[in-house]
């Protein structure tokens, strides 16, 4: 079945050591996005990647990278993770983004990143 | 204003009722827009994706968008146990600068 995977699933990391999240589609699509999601709140893009092409959200920190090797991976670093990094960090992919009937967003299992 | 807003909720509504959740959105120029359910502790899945004015069925669930009044909705029918989750509303641009805004969704309760 085609799909996004996303590993690990559960992340522990110290305060201030890097950590990387990894993301993987089968589905062949074009955009892949990365959110942050904290309990009871909406997700939040933080950045996208529409094929090779990288768009930051303007208020995305500093503290947060992303790479796309190829079309079928993307990874999250975080430099320096504090104790407000803690959440479910979503990968998500799409066929397109500038067609309305081509951008359905289709969710990986997301990350829980614990900080200590 | 936020974005996208939804009524956090929680709605309880009976198995078997219809449950009615709403969102509205700031930006005039949005094209499309998603309802997501998800369940506690797990990532959003899509339900519906609506472009244009009016209603669309899909099983249970009918997505209805006003762009005038931007507003959109999502009605379940014959709500079941299995229902409960907090909906997200998302919704998108994609002329002008693309953008995604999700809403922070409704917490539905199913009561058997």
Known sequence: ?116 | QKEVEQNSGPLSVPEGAIASLNCTYSDRVSQSFFWYRQYSGKSPELIMSIYSNGDKEDGRFTAQLNKASQYVSLLIRDSQPSDSATYLCAVNRETGGFKTIFGAGTRLFVKA
């Open chain 1, 1 to 116: 079945d085609a799909m996004v995977i996303q590993n690990p699933r559960y992340q522990v990391t110290q305060f201030g050591k890097p950590v990387t999240l990894s993301c993987s589609q089968t589905l062949n699509h074009n955009v892949m996005y990365w959110y942050q999601q904290k309990s009871s709140q909406a997700p939040k893009l933080l950045f996208h990647y529409y094929d090779k092409d990288f768009n930051n959200e303007a208020d995305t920190p500093d503290n947060f990278q992303s790479r796309r090797p190829n079309t079928s991976f993307c990874f999250l670093d975080i430099r320096s993770p504090g104790l407000g990094d803690a959440a479910m960090y979503l990968c998500a992919t799409s066929r397109d983004k500038r067609l309305a009937e081509y951008n359905e967003q289709f969710f990986g299992p997301g990350t829980r990143l614990t900080v200590l």
